[in-house]
């Protein structure tokens, strides 16, 4: 860890502490306790407050509508809720926003994931008209930066790749970033968030979804909320579906796990997909960037920590060779 990174590490664990701690009472706390450490975002944990540190290069007005998207009322019981943070003595080279502490889905136990509350909570978030004018869904921005991440780790230079010239020796020795790159270099354009997404007015859409976006408010028993709104606004829905359809269709997510979100997500109303019959079509696009997404970041994960992909990373670049094959409308079908 970087002195930077020590030093923001310990502004929000005093932060938090300093919240979650009663005044004038003897601190028998425990150290905070770091729950991310990434440059898009630090989070550290203190008592029941948690203190969330954004990238240094964070939109700070998106950002701000966001936080007040997620403390909306028509955003109760969807969305957690931020906590009101103090404002700063002086502007901070990252902005920090302040969260209760929930209890997130407990990674060792599959057979209880909250597929259907998922599926529920992400149908009701599409539905919601949005109280105020918000920035577009990060969510293909989110995918480029992935794939840049990998270009950057692996030093592949895009422009020899994609125009079929560079060292070709050394691509031919990585067949996985080929493959990646095929499956890229086949998404739209608003896919690559190149070009907006082909969507009239669109929904409001996390844009981030995942289960580790899930947690229970009030610990340890609450509702199930959706957190971390860094990348949500305005977009295509089918995109939140897309993580989960990419697994399914990668032979990670189980079919009767599919069915569940699924349905849950057709009964409540969802607009993403047509309330019954077949749901790739929609899904399809969403899908695909997201098995790339996955892929790209599992080859950067790789190349930094030394090491070969493990089964389920390499199942999602398999998938990306797979896709990358095939006409779009066949690109990501059930997994057989």
Known sequence: MTTTQTSVVHDL??????????AR??????PPQVLADRPDGTVVRSGAIVAKAHAADTDREALAARIALAAAPQLAGILLPPLPAPAPAAPTARPVTLWPLGAPVD????????????ADLLARLHRTKPPFPLPPMRGPAKAARAVARMRAALRVDATAVSCGTGDAATLRRDPATLSVLAGWRALPAWARGEVPAP??????????????????????DGPWLLIDVDDAGMGEPAWDLGRPAA???AGLLAP?????????????????????????????????ALTVQTAAVA??????????????????????????????????????
């Open 256 to 288: 009767e796990d599919w069915s569940t979100f699924l349905d849950a997500y057709r009964s409540a109303e969802g607009p993403a997909v047509p309330a019954d019959g077949d749901p790739w079509p929609a899904l399809d696009v969403p899908a695909r």
């Open 199 to 220: 969507v009239r007015g669109g929904s409001l859409c996390h844009g981030d979804l995942h289960l580790g976006q899930l947690v229970r408010h009030p610990a340890p």
């Open 107 to 118: 990674p060792t136990d599959p057979g209880a994931a909250p597929w259907a509350e998922a």
């Open 299 to 336: 080859l950067a994960k790789c190349a930094a920590e030394q090491r070969d992909p493990d089964e389920h990373e390499q199942l999602m670049i398999e998938s990306c060779a797979r896709i990358a094959t095939l006409p779009p409308e066949l690109a990501t079908g059930p997994a057989s």
């Open 13 to 22: 664990g005093t932060l938090a502490h300093r919240l979650s701690h009663p």
């Open 247 to 249: 697994w399914y269709a």
């Open 25 to 30: 009472t003897p601190c028998v706390c425990e």
